[in-house]
């Protein structure tokens, strides 16, 4: 969040969005993207009016944030770390489900907002007819590197977590998000640039 805005906790946010409907700006990385559908959930489920500014790609977005043209971001952390760091930008929450390791001081929206979470994720997939026991070998494999101190730290020190369980409760999530979100492009109107 740019620090022109006086909210510093996601209450006080919610508060200021509401007093001030739709002239919060709501930055993305481009109508669709994932950025883009965090802030439409945020605003289905705070019943917030926030105005939709899409950028092409999550580096002009920071860019215009860092300059004030554009109030709040539910981007990748990432890309904002730094920024944050060097107190140049505000960060009021991380949407993923549980706080951030390297940041544990740092509130989850779903602590203020009950059930919000907006994680980017990602996942091998593999042909539905590829053999069980090609499936088993490489989800090991992968485990095994993802499971390396180094991998973990590099993880943990740009925001990032770890989903580990079986191809099987993959598909489950994979179900789930994909419900989710479809009712938030549904509601919102959400179109990929």
Partial sequence: MHP??????VPEFIAYAKANPGKVS???AGSGNPTHLAGELFKVMTKVDM??????????AVSDLLGGQVQVYFGSFSLVIEHIRAGKLRVLAVTTPTRFESLPDIPTVGEFVPDYVASQWFA???RKDTPAEIIGRLSKEV????TDDKIQARLADLGM???RGSPAELGIFIVEETEKWAKVVKFSGARPD
């Fill in 26 to 28: 709501m930055a993305s």
């Fill in 124 to 126: 091998m997939g593999l």
């Fill in 4 to 9: 022109s805005v006086p909210a510093k906790t």
């Fill in 143 to 146: 485990d095994a590197v993802l």
């Fill in 161 to 163: 977590t770890m989903f």
């Fill in 51 to 60: 105005t939709h500014v899409p950028y092409r790609g999550g580096g002009p």
